[in-house]
Structures are given as C-alpha cells and as structure tokens.
C-alpha cells in the first residue's frame, strides 16, 4: 500500500521551532517530487513547500518562505519540514503528500498522509 | 500567482442528484488541474488529474472537464458517501494553489 505518514506536531510558543518528519511507504520514494500543505482549524487547503525527487530544487509559498525549511534524506524514505519562528498563524494541520506523476505529468498530490497537528500558543 | 475561484462555496444535494462545482483560474492553465475530496476530520483524496482524468478507484459517476481557465466537477447520481467538501488546484506552476472549496451538504 503507497503511504505517507506524519509525525512531530505539538503544541508549541510563539518564537519557537519545529521539524516535521514524514515516512513514505509502499513506493519508490527517492524518484518521487514530494510535498507539505497545511489547513488552518476551518479553513481550506494552503500548499505550502515542495522539493524535487533528489532534493536539490525546494519550492515554498511566500507566506512561508524564509522561514520554512524542506529536506528528504532519501536513504530513509522521509522528509522534513523544518518550521522556525513559529506564529500563531502557523497553527494548522500539516499534510505531507507524495507528488503524483502520471505519464510524466506531476503536480498532483496522492496520497496525503493523515496530517500532524501544530498549534502555536503561549 | 495563480488564483483558483471556486463556486459555489456550498450546494445542498439530495442523494441521486447531478452537483456541477466550478472552479476558475486567473491564467490559463490548460488543463494542469485536480480536483479532490475532503470529508471531515480526513485527509484530502485526490479524484481527477490533469483536469479529466480519474484516479485509480475513484467512482465513475465523478467527472472532471474543461481547460484554460473554466474547469468543472461533476457528481451523477449523488451517493451518501459524496458529502463532502471538494478542492480544486492548480499544478501549472509553483507556487501550487487550490481553490477555497466547495461544501455539499445534504438538503
């Protein structure tokens, strides 16, 4: 079964840091474009940061941009998302997704793991 | 950026109706579009890629068509398990953006 799995969300202050694991399975990972996105509590979708198959092309939303850091250690099927400076906007729930290709077509995300909830408060 | 206009935000439904949802792009995307479902507490699923094309396992009464800017979702036949709340995105370029969602409730 193709998965992806989260883990590393918390309850965390304003100011502080955090890094996000998420494990892929059932796939073959070091050749797939991997993905984040976050939903605020009611609110709707926000991707958030990309990063190619071998990690040396990384994408992110400007809402995140410089403060967000994406990695993947492909030798342990996971990547990361390094969150610094935490705010209180930042409280969402972080989905990893696997970037789906289909006859050399990506950009779609499949699956989304179950999502890691951060939540950003003193 | 590309902004994704959705519409409507919520449609009621009975079970066995068609729900037509529309989502529109500020630029033409051709037909880099997906669509996805989300039901509570869950995690997205994607349903159609590529603006027409249906994932592996997904029910055949959800179409997906347009290209350029107008893109539509379709549900024939309305199912229980459909209500739901439904995403477009676009993936012609970074950054990857989705529309603000479309809610079918049960009427």
Known sequence: EVQVVESGGGLVQPGWSLTLDCVGSGFSFKTHRMG????????GLEW???????????YYADSVKGRFII??????????????????EDTAIYYCARDF?????????????????????? | DIQMTQSPSSVSASVG????????????????????QQKPGKAPQLLIFA??????????????????????????????????????????????????????EIK
Do not use: M
Not at chain 2, 17 to 33: E, G, K, N
């Open chain 1, 71 to 88: 990695s993947r250690d492909n030798s342990r099927n996971t990547l990361y998302l390094q969150i610094d400076s935490l705010r209180a």
């Open chain 1, 48 to 58: 958030v940061s990309s990063i190619s198959n071998s990690g040396d092309r990384t």
């Open chain 1, 36 to 43: 984040w996105a976050r939903q605020a509590p009611g609110k």
């Open chain 2, 17 to 36: 109706d068609r729900v037509t949802i529309t989502c529109r792009a500020s630029q033409d995307i051709t037909r880099w579009l997906a669509w996805y």
């Open chain 2, 51 to 104: 603006a027409s094309n249906l994932q592996s396992g997904v029910p055949s009464r959800f179409s997906g068509s347009g290209s350029g800017t107008h893109f539509t979702l379709t549900i024939n036949n309305l199912q229980p398990e459909d209500f739901a709340t439904y995403y477009c995105q676009q993936a012609q370029s970074f950054p990857l953006t989705f529309g603000g969602g479309t809610k079918v």
């Open chain 1, 101 to 122: 290709c289909d006859s050399g077509n990506c950009g779609w995300l499949d699956p989304w793991g179950q999502g890691t909830l951060v939540t950003v408060s003193s």
